[in-house]
């Protein structure tokens, strides 16, 4: 069967469809993040204090679901992957930048998604929080000359995970399934142990 | 016999959803974004473009005349140009749309279940002073961060995670590391 999907790719879309469904799908994607409680910083906290799981359970189910779903697409010749944009790895940077976000998220306890539907119901914190990410940008690009080489090192181009472990696709979309749901039992275990209210 | 007439009371504000039931939901929307247009969602792309764009042109109305444009800082920038050095509008962008659709699609959620309130959100015994010194120092701290590994939890660990990106998944692993590494120090923010 000829692959259907990206549709915008394979039926060749002009721009204005990046407009539209950009903002559609950005509705979507602000209104999951609220109806999971992500904009509230004290959900968010929850995760690194241990009294509520819901970022760890509401970003592996959403990774899982996509994940199925397209490699599901694939495998019935309806997607091409190939067409997909899969983001280009920098090992190093992409590990160093991971540890200075994970800082700052713990220091604001918001991420940028979050902050922006946050923000979207009022809180002054966020919208803080969006004005320091704005001057945190800002401050990468004055000091880019200097890490220059930091940010370009360890460039591997588009990896996937497969190819990168020498096993199927379908071996790794299985590991994922199982780490996530190995990953949600222990979130389970841990609401026990600390006595976390019922979960919403 | 009449029942007293009820006085209206604000009503309470409805409860989050399951996290399953929400992350189902947020997964068919990457799902239908990888579909239809062949990538995943992102929030810090909008806000880099912002960003960069707004320096761009505060510089440009300082120093004034025609040739402004082309003089700022930015524009002068390895990195700034890549946003600022053509002639397209760097807010006419798929990840600006979706920044704005981010921005209805919370509110609307949030208005609907009667949780739109002005105020700031902290733990139970920090102050509003801390609470707002601290979001804006995880807010640098962040923004930095997501630049340097070129996407934050949405662009790289979601979208990433669900299309298998290498670097994605060690970007994840590393936002939880370095999260907890740091969390026990700001314990007293949120416990």
């Not at chain 1, 004055?142 to 588009?158: H, K, Q, V, W």
């Not at chain 2, 792309?45 to 800082?73: C, F, I, N, P, Q």
């Not at chain 2, 990840?95 to 609307?108: E, I, P, R, T």
Request: overall charge positive; glycine content about 16%; some cysteine.
């Amino acid at each position: 069967m000829e692959p259907i999907a990206p549709i915008a790719k394979v039926f060749e879309w002009g721009p204005q469809a990046g407009a539209a469904w950009g903002a559609l799908l950005g509705c979507g994607f602000g209104f999951f993040l609220e109806k999971a409680g992500f904009g509230s910083a004290t959900t968010l906290a929850g995760q690194w204090y241990g009294y509520n799981f819901a970022v760890l359970r509401v970003m592996f189910t959403a990774i899982v679901v996509a994940m199925l779903g397209l490699f599901g697409l694939h495998y019935a010749g309806l997607a091409d992957l190939g067409l997909l944009y899969v983001n280009d790895t920098y090992l190093l940077p992409q590990a160093i930048g991971g540890i200075v976000f994970g800082f700052g998220f713990v220091i604001g306890q918001y991420c940028p998604g979050t902050a922006v539907v946050s923000c979207a119901t009022g809180k002054f914190d966020a919208m803080v929080f969006m004005g320091g990410f704005l001057i945190g940008v800002v401050a990468f690009m004055f000091g880019y000359p200097a890490i220059e080489g930091l940010y370009n090192a360890t460039s591997m181009g588009r990896v996937m995970l497969p190819e990168y472990l020498g096993v199927p696709a379908g071996a790794v979309v299985f590991g994922v399934v199982l780490m996530a749901l190995g990953a949600f039992a222990l979130t389970h275990v841990l609401d026990r142990r600390f006595g976390n209210g019922k979960e919403a | 016999m009449t029942e007293p007439v009820s006085t209206p009371v604000e009503r309470k504000p409805a409860p989050y959803w399951n996290s399953y039931v929400a992350g189902i939901g947020l997964g068919l929307v990457l799902l239908a974004s990888f579909v239809v247009m062949g990538r995943g969602l992102g929030a810090s792309g909008a806000m880099t473009r912002m960003a960069v764009y707004g320096v761009h042109k505060v510089d440009a109305s300082v120093r004034g005349g025609t040739e402004a444009e082309s003089a700022t800082l930015a524009r002068h920038n390895a990195y700034g140009a890549q946003y600022v050095g053509g002639p397209g509008d760097p807010l006419d962008d798929f990840l600006v749309y979706m920044f704005v659709g981010v921005l209805v699609g919370g509110f609307v959620s949030g208005l609907a279940a009667r949780r739109f309130a002005f105020g700031i959100i902290r733990g139970p015994r920090t102050t509003d002073r801390r609470r707002l010194v601290l979001a804006l120092a995880g807010g640098i701290v962040s923004g930095i961060g997501a630049r340097l590994a070129r996407g934050c939890t949405s662009g790289q660990a979601l979208t990433g995670g669900a299309t298998l990106a290498l670097g994605s998944w060690a970007f994840m692993m590393c936002v939880f590391a370095g999260g907890y590494a740091l969390a026990y120090f700001l314990r007293k923010e949120w416990t």
